[in-house]
């Protein structure tokens, strides 16, 4: 029996709620169902009749836990509250696998290549015009909680010097062995406090503000949950490759469902999966019992997430704001959990790469799957087509309101049609190539670097889910036309050189601008373990990386 204290007693009632949403909402959507998305013209500095937007961005949710069979490993029962009054999108997808490039996209509609974000240091310039600050110059009024990270000169030195260094010819670990921590006890509920916090403070203004309020509102909640935490044991500088969880959410999570993952022997991994995994510290042995809990922990930590966007909705329940708002649930990006002997992200493999987009609200079609491959660049013309605001012609993105909304054709604003591909590119730390995905239809083709030195990868998601058989030699016609189509969109070889010519020029200037003190610092970012073993040897492979022509 789940444990009961005042500490839980919170998210006991948000599941309480929830038996009295699902009574109560068949009527309050078909109420709110019966015409279109409001329409509501700019008159006088206000949006006559038109819908609140809240969106919950959480870090590091793999997308497919909100439909089976993944959802059969973890009770999440605001993710399926959202699933049976709204829709949700079967394959969506991050734009660049990674926290600051990820969210650039979603920030600004624009592919990575296009807003130079290439790593976790380098997003959107701070004055950048987003969604958001759009739909406050039209007349909404706007507020934001949590994490945002998506424009430049954040994270820690090792994850952008490690993102300059991957061409070097070298190989270090980078991170601490994946992990996993129980605390507290069967009451214990707020884990990610600083999560909680920020939840408190979004649902707080709910009910306090945004009752008060005559304009339209949006607002937006940043999680960093299920995200791992960092693990301080490796040392100074470590990453975050602990899973931590309590009794509490672990009780959610359904150990029979769990499945283990396949891994090739070593020697078989593609050699960009390689890098990735020494790097990540997941080339060494590992029981399936320590799998299993990694995986375990990861769901547990999902299921308190889930939580979190429970506490949103029983806000907007609560004020009978909820009839006019739609809620948007999604991620960053995914987590490996194992899969493909690596943790983290920065991977095209679907356990990274595919994320989580739920949509419910007024005129959103009720109980709806949608198989069509969306992207987080399509958030940003959705929430101006939300506001009907123009969309400008320039995104990457289309909207989807198209695909959502119960509504004619002729009130769509943008006019634009998702295409039947999305793009998504990777060019930061732990993967030694840049790496681009074109996702359509049943396939799944990545390619690398200048599109000859690494070999490409195709998989057929339909006869192969778990990727793990590369049919890229085996099909070569598709090959081809798929790589062809790429090209079309991206001119991937020239991006390619670009970031490795911007990679060397930053480490550079970094090197520069340490002096004396440059050995010393580098040899003891996260890679210190590795590093400090052998210096002169590391050292000596920059030099040597440092000498080559920037074009080659």
């Known amino acids: 029996m789940r444990g009961r204290c005042g500490e839980g007693a919170r998210g006991l009632a948000a599941l309480a709620l929830l038996l009295l949403l699902l009574l109560a909402a068949s009527s309050r959507w078909e109420g709110a169902q019966a015409g279109p998305v409001a329409r509501g013209r700019f008159t006088a500095g206000r949006r006559q009749g038109a819908l609140n937007v809240v969106l919950v961005m959480c870090d590091a949710f793999d997308g497919r836990l909100t439909f089976y069979p993944g959802n059969q490993t973890v009770i999440l029962p605001f993710i399926n509250l959202m699933k049976k009054y709204g829709t949700v999108f079967l394959n969506a997808y991050t734009n660049s696998p990674i926290c600051c490039p990820s969210r650039a996209a979603m920030w600004s509609g624009l592919f990575t290549h296009l807003t130079e974000s290439w790593n976790n ?20 009024h706007t507020q934001k909680y949590g994490k945002l990270d998506y424009t430049s000169g954040h994270h820690s030195m090792s994850n952008r010097v490690e993102a300059w260094t991957r061409d ?58 299920p995200h791992p935490y960092p ?22 999570v359904t150990y029979e469902a769990i499945k283990i993952p396949k ?40 299921a308190e997430t889930d939580a979190m966007l429970g506490e949103i909705i029983s806000a907007l329940s609560d004020t009978g704001l909820l009839k006019r708002t739609i809620v948007i649930f999604t991620a960053d990006h995914g987590e490996l959990a194992m899969e493909h002997q690596q943790f983290y992200k920065m991977s095209m493999y679907e356990a990274s790469s595919h994320v989580p987009l739920l ?29 009907r605001i123009p969309v400008p012609q320039n995104l990457s993105g289309y909207s989807l309101i198209p695909l959502l909304a119960e509504m004619e ?39 690398y670097s200048d599109g000859h030195s690494v070999p490409p990868q195709l998989f057929d998601l339909s006869a192969d889910p778990d990727e793990l058989t590369n049919i890229a030699t085996a099909f070569p016609e598709v090959t081809h036309f798929l790589d062809k189509k790429l090209r079309s969109i991206i001119n991937y070889p020239r991006v390619s050189a670009f970031v490795h010519k911007y990679n060397k020029e930053q480490f550079i200037i970094w090197k520069q601008n340490l002096g004396q003190n440059y050995s010393s610092v580098i040899a003891n970012l996260r890679w210190h373990q590795d590093w400090l073993k052998e210096p002169r040897k590391y050292e000596n492979a920059i030099n040597r990386w440092l000498q080559m022509n920037t074009n080659e």
């Not at 591909?421 to 049943?442: A, P, Q």
Request: charged content about 20%; some cysteine.
């Open 359 to 387: 949509v419910m609200g007024p005129s959103i079609k009720v109980n709806h799957h949608l198989s069509n491959v969306v992207s987080l660049v399509d958030i940003y013309p959705t929430m101006l087509d939300i506001a």
């Open 409 to 447: 054709e002729d009130e769509v604003s943008s006019g634009r049609l998702h295409p039947t591909w999305i793009l998504s590119e990777f060019h930061g730390c732990n993967v030694n190539s840049s790496t681009y995905m074109l996702r359509t239809d049943k396939w799944k083709y990545i390619a």
């Open 121 to 140: 240091f380098k997003g959107l310039d701070p004055n950048y015009t987003t969604w958001i600050d759009l739909m406050q110059k039209h007349g909404y």
């Open 168 to 225: 070097v010819d070298f190989l270090l670990r980078q991170e601490g062995r994946p992990m996993v921590n129980l605390t507290g006890n069967k009451t214990f509920v707020r884990v990610m406090e600083k999560d909680w916090q920020n939840t408190d403070k979004a649902a707080s203004w709910i009910r306090k503000e945004a009752t008060n309020i005559s304009q339209p509102f949006v607002l937006y909640l940043g999680l960093n949950l």
């Open 263 to 302: 891994w090739p022997p070593l020697s078989d991994m593609h050699p960009v999966d390689y890098y990735s995994a020494y790097t990540k510290n997941c080339t060494g042995q590992f029981t399936r019992k320590e799998i299993r809990d990694i995986r375990a922990f990861y769901y547990a930590m999902c």
């Open 231 to 252: 693990s301080p044991s490796t040392g100074e500088n470590f990453g975050s490759s602990t899973f931590l969880t309590s009794p509490y959410w672990l009780e959610k």
